[in-house]
């Protein structure tokens, strides 16, 4: 049970307005990387070589432009959360260390695999690059959603010991991980299907429209059985999303319902408006419905209240950010939505600098491909890549296992 608020105890204006930007940056990252971590899923799903290579031309050609500028959303939510909520986000670093210790291993391992199986040119290189990123699109966000899942059935206390691994791997939060990953391979097919109309290549269109309709109709089933699970672990939350939080709730069922509906059709800004709409209300929802509580049972908005002038000053850097880094990502996507950030073709290779190469490759050891030399450069980079990231790892398994130790 849930203990009752104080109704004189309540946040202040400015602990309100920095609670709506928290979840307007978790929106906005829902949006923008979740369709580019649901890129990754499609590209697991994409099939062989062969058969995999023009749905894998499509999602480079959506994600490549702006996948490294859509992360800036997980980082500018973290620096509101620590600045905003110092205990709480305490807190949960604290509680869930091993799943987004795994979800970040996940966003750098993904990171690792889309740019270097770009520059690869082994096939066998190709594809472990390209297998790598996709796994990784799957990792992020279902451990992420884990993490979501464990604070919204109030199984963070205020002040952890260590990891606590009943919060994560409950069946609400297991649910809420998947839910994560389906919402996004969801989000990116929609996406998918706009640009490549917009591109003109009508037969992908049709690919990614059946697989949206899919990932659509999955996504909904997810949300019926996490709404189920939310009333049995979770009361005061199943309280808030059929009451207060209802016309959310609504709108969210409303914009899916007519995402689903518009996939058949050529009304690509309608399509995305239905899908982000179906999204934002379903965080808005959790919000309202959540609140006054950060960590719900355990500290409230007031309670976990930075003090006002670091209130300010976090105003004055989001001030800031949204007259810099706003306009850049606006400039960002509209350069992208009209095809000019794709990669140019290379200028043709003047005669002299091709004999230049032909020397070059002749000096190469015997029985190496000179054509491969720079994977040998590349493949060090990701094996110093991967021993950083093992290293993350392993922290995490060890987290992981002290706080199982613990719970014994």
Known sequence: MIPAVNAV???????????VVLLVTVAGYALFAGADLGGGT?????????????PREEIDASVTPVWEGNHVWIIFGLVVFWTGFPSAFSAVMVALFVPLALSLLGIVLRGVGFAFRHE??????????????AASSLLTPFFLGTAVGAVATGAIPADPSGNLLGAWTSPTAIVTGLLFVATCAY????YLVADCERRGHDDMARYFRLRSLAAGLVTGVLAAINLVLLARSAPYLWAGLTGPALPAVAASVLGGVAALALLPGRRPMLLRGATALAV????????????????PGAVTL?????????????????????LLVFPAFVWLYWLQQHGMLLESHPPPVPAGARAGEDLAERTEPAGTPPRYAADRHRGLEAVVLLVVAGGALRDAVRQLVSGWRRGR
């Open 9 to 19: 105890s309540g946040p202040s204006v400015a602990t309100l307005a920095v609670a």
């Open 42 to 54: 499609w590209d697991l799903l994409a099939g062989g070589d062969e058969r995999g290579a023009r």
């Open 120 to 133: 690869a040119q082994r096939p066998a290189t190709t594809r472990l690059y390209g297998a790598l990123f």
């Open 187 to 190: 989000v990116a097919g929609v």
């Open 280 to 295: 934002v209300g379903v965080v808005a929802g959790w919000g309202v419905a959540q609140y006054p509580w950060v960590l």
């Open 302 to 322: 007031a309670q976990s209240a930075a003090p006002e002038p670091a209130q300010l000053a976090l105003f004055v850097a989001l001030g800031l950010a949204l």
